[in-house]
């Protein structure tokens, strides 16, 4: 198939490239490099089935296509919020310009949401059926609110034009590729702890999320684009919970050496908790996760010790 990834330069596209490409498709990146890089697929250029445009999202874009998976969208608190217009506008402005591309050509469209459409959640863990508790006027709200609308505009299109939809909620997912410099929790603890700088918590570290190794998240990607009779929306992440703090202390036990966990303040609107419900993945998609959190940790710490220096 010939298959458009919006956002294929970054974080997760870029294993998504990786992958599908492994699998003999042939593969359009589209990325602006506001938070992905080169670097991320220069392995899969020289690929004569790898494709890469310089292309924004929030401009429409013509190509004949099978398969669109849109995951163009800064996902880092301190990078969606740089800008939050333009944020909102990549969410929005990029998926009516995938569902117009995906109604024309009639390509399957994959739509990258996420577990931030609960907000900060009152049910506990969080199923697809949760509504969600969001604030329409915070700091978090150019994204949360974005891909809110964004799963608007899928499931109308799919009600009103008949596109061919799959819309997946993924929770807190880490891995190789990351930036350094990205600005989530993971990455930010293990290259501070590299460095030998101290570890940042916001706020008491009481806080939790479930973390996803990145090659989990990616197969349960490819299951629910090529199943059959569910449009989603669907949890995508591993239901293990942990608090910031038993982050904190797991990465510096892993990598060691002279930092000090310290406390600052809480960005406001952070959400206390989250976990996914992954009884629809398990049962639609014969998904579950299968890489724990300390040997996905491990990987990741290889992958950082290769491109931060101490
Ligand atoms: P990322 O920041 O590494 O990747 C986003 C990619 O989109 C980057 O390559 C960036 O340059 C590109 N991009 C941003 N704005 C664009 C625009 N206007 N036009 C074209 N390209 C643009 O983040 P990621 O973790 O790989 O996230 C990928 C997708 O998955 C995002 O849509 C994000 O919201 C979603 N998601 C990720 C997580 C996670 O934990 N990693 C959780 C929930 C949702
Ligand atoms: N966090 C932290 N220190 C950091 C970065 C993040 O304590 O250096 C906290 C953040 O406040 C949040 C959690 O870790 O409670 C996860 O943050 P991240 O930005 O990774 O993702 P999100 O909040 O979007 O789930």
């Known amino acids: 198939m010939r298959i458009l990834i919006t956002g294929g330069a970054g974080f997760l596209g870029s294993h998504l490239c990786e992958r599908l490409l492994n699998e003999g498709h042939d593969i359009l990146c589209m990325d602006n490099f506001f938070t992905?890089?080169?670097?991320?697929?220069?392995?899969?250029?020289?690929n004569p089935n790898f494709e890469l445009f310089r292309h924004d999202v929030i401009d429409p874009f013509k190509a004949e296509v099978d398969r669109i998976y849109n995951l163009a969208c800064p996902a880092s608190p301190p990078h969606y919020q740089y800008n939050?217009?333009?944020?909102?506008?990549?969410s929005v402005m990029g998926a009516i310009n995938v569902l117009g591309l995906a109604k024309r050509t009639r390509a399957r469209v994959f739509q990258a949401s996420t577990s931030e459409v609960y907000g900060d959640p009152e049910i506990h863990p969080q199923p697809e059926s949760y509504w969600g508790h969001v604030n329409p006027i915070g700091i978090r709200s150019c994204y949360d609110e974005g891909?809110?609308?964004?799963?608007?505009?899928?499931?109308?299109?799919?009600?009103q034009?008949?596109?061919?939809?799959?819309?997946?909620?993924?929770?807190?997912?880490?891995?190789p590729r990351m930036l350094p410099d990205d600005g989530r929790v993971v990455s930010n603890f293990i290259v501070q702890a590299l460095r030998g700088q101290n570890i940042t918590i916001y706020g008491d570290g009481s806080q939790t999320r479930s973390f996803c190794y990145v090659d989990d998240l990616i197969e349960g990607f490819v299951r629910l684009?090529?199943?059959?009779?569910?449009?989603g929306p669907i949890n995508i992440g591993n239901p293990g919970e942990f608090t910031m703090l038993q982050l904190?202390?797991?990465?510096?036990?892993?990598?060691?050496?002279?930092?000090k966990i310290t406390f600052h303040p809480l960005p406001s609107d952070?959400?206390?908790?989250r976990r996914p419900d992954i009884t629809l993945a398990k049962?639609?998609?014969g998904w579950e996760p299968k890489v724990p959190l300390e040997e996905g940790l491990d990987r990741t710490i290889a992958y950082f010790k290769t491109i931060v220096a101490a």
């Open 283 to 285: 049962s639609h998609l």
């Open 36 to 46: 992905g890089r080169k670097a991320n697929i220069a392995h899969l250029l020289p």
């Open 147 to 159: 891909k809110r609308v964004a799963e608007t505009l899928f499931f109308d299109y799919h009600r």
């Open 248 to 259: 904190a202390e797991l990465v510096l036990k892993k990598v060691g050496g002279p930092s």
């Open 225 to 231: 684009m090529e199943t059959t009779g569910h449009t």
């Open 84 to 90: 939050a217009i333009k944020t909102i506008k990549t």
């Open 161 to 175: 034009n008949g596109v061919d939809i799959r819309v997946v909620r993924i929770f807190n997912t880490y891995g």
């Open 270 to 273: 952070d959400p206390k908790q």
